[in-house]
């Protein structure tokens, strides 16, 4: 099932004004902001739930307006998302991936004189910021504060802005601790977030997704008694039990895959 996280536009969300049409008034890029790609193989174990566009704003940079509009992709963890449906009452999966591509027009290297270069890029990461807090939050995961800032290089060679994310994310499930004797337990996991921004020369590009940093069955665990199997015995799900690590490792190999 599709959850909140994935029916949302990255940035579109954070003060859209619609779609215009600015074919050829500006300079650059005519028409409709093409996809980005995300290069990595991993993306096969991805699917891909969301696809939308829209125009994130509109300001008076210095003597132009610049526009930025949006092109974006969002997927979810195959794997997680069908243990979380089966074993959870959750709507949707924590373990996401979106990439988007950001057209301005006219582009950064287009400005007259460079003039608001930095304002434009600033502009664009609180976007991201703003956008990627209430993409946790529509997702149910809670407790969200941004936890670092740095830098990370692309595959493609380009050094990205990144921030950092914390939160947690609760569940409620139904276990058979016995034979013919089920229990309700809720619990939690902290979930990280990463968000990378950069200028590839042409478009601004963002990458960001989430992982678990602790095993998924966490939540199980936290809510079954003391001195009885654990949910690994009672969980026969390889996406709840993996490693938190891999899920971490994918998600950066994808975002520095994006172009």
């Not at 890029?121 to 670092?148: H, P, Y």
């Not at 996991?189 to 950069?198: D, I, K, L, Q």
């Not at 969980?235 to 490693?243: F, G």
Request: aromatic residues 6%.
């Amino acid at each position: 099932m599709m959850s909140e996280l994935t029916r949302r536009k990255l940035l579109a969300s954070t003060g859209a004004i619609g779609t215009v049409g600015l074919a050829g008034c500006l300079g650059g890029r005519d028409g409709e902001v093409p996809p980005p790609e995300v290069t990595d193989d991993r993306i096969e174990e991805w699917e891909l739930v969301d696809e939308s566009s829209g125009t994130i704003f509109e300001r008076e940079v210095g003597p132009v307006t610049v526009t930025a509009l949006e092109h974006t992709l969002a997927y979810e963890h195959r794997g997680v998302a069908a243990a979380v449906a089966e074993t959870f009452d959750s709507d949707g999966s924590p373990v996401v991936l979106f990439a988007t591509r950001v057209d301005l027009r006219p582009g950064l290297d287009r400005l007259p004189f460079g003039i608001g270069r930095d304002r434009v890029m600033s502009q664009v990461e609180t976007a991201a910021d703003k956008a990627f807090r209430r993409q946790l939050a529509s997702a149910g995961l809670e407790d969200i504060r941004r936890t670092n800032e740095g830098t990370l290089e692309i595959d493609t060679g380009h050094e990205a802005t990144v921030y950092t994310y914390r939160a947690s994310f609760s569940t409620a499930s139904t276990v058979e601790i016995a034979p013919g004797v089920t229990e309700e337990v809720t619990g939690t996991v902290e979930m990280e977030g990463r968000v990378a921004v950069w200028h590839d020369g042409r478009d601004v590009l963002l990458a960001g997704g989430t992982y678990p940093i602790e095993r998924l069955t966490t939540a199980i665990d936290e809510g079954l008694p003391e001195g009885g199997p654990d949910a690994e015995e009672l969980v026969d799900s390889e996406a709840l039990s993996a490693d938190p690590t891999t899920y971490e490792e994918d998600v950066e190999a994808l975002i520095v895959s994006v172009e």
